[in-house]
């Protein structure tokens, strides 16, 4: 009796606990496999984009070979993006060097925080780039809502950076389930860029 019991809990346990998850409520690195794909839907109300940098549309992640590649997808149609493209999206993984880098630092726990070195950030459409510190911390868990649906159990990092030319708040939803971030928000002075997950 004693053995089924303990096998049905342990059951339960593998059953209920979110891939990443570890009993103390932190989520350690994901592990990818060759083939794993995603697909994104990006909106951007900015004002001039230059073409390179412009994201909104639908995209596949797709991972092979230690690394994410990313295609916009229009119907049948898909193409490789830019590496500058690349650098934005590869957000939704916690990757990449846009914005500084260091978008999530596992393992992630509610009230972790991490620092990020100040950066250089060269403002689209500018001549001149500027400086940016960043304070970037995990704040709760909570359901992310996106299009119609609502994701449970997401870790939500927000991340403020300063600058001379105003304020921004990049929020993620990280969740453990689909091992990428499920919503991702950016907020400036001059505009507002979403990332989720479809």
């Known amino acids: 009796m004693i053995r089924i019991r303990g096998s049905l809990v342990l059951a339960l346990l593998i059953v209920l606990v979110p891939t990443g998850a570890l ?20 909106t951007e ?14 995209y596949e992640a797709v991972f092979s070979a230690e690394r994410f590649d990313f295609f916009s997808v229009n119907g049948e149609k898909k193409e490789q993006v830019s590496e ?13 060097s846009a914005y500084g880098g260091k978008h999530i630092v596992f393992p ?18 500018g001549k001149k780039g500027q400086w ?3 304070k970037i911390s995990v704040v709760a868990i909570e359901t992310a809502e996106v299009e119609k649906k609502k994701i449970p159990n997401c870790y939500k990092i927000v991340r403020y950076d300063s600058g001379p030319v105003g304020n921004w708040t990049l929020t993620y939803w990280v969740d453990p389930g689909c091992k990428c971030v ?11 860029r979403t990332m989720w997950l479809k």
């Open 108 to 125: 992630l726990k509610v009230g972790s925080s991490w620092s990020v070195p100040d950066y250089h950030f060269r403002v689209p459409g």
């Open 45 to 58: 109300e900015f004002g001039a984009l230059s073409n390179s940098e412009a994201l909104s549309g639908d």
């Open 182 to 192: 499920a919503k991702y928000t950016l907020e400036t002075n001059s505009g507002m």
């Open 84 to 96: 500058s493209q690349r650098e934005i999206l590869l957000q939704m993984f916690g990757q990449g």
């Open 132 to 134: 940016r510190s960043v």
């Open 23 to 42: 009993a103390n409520g932190e989520i350690k690195a994901f592990e990818y496999k060759d083939g794993e794909r995603w697909m994104f839907r990006v």
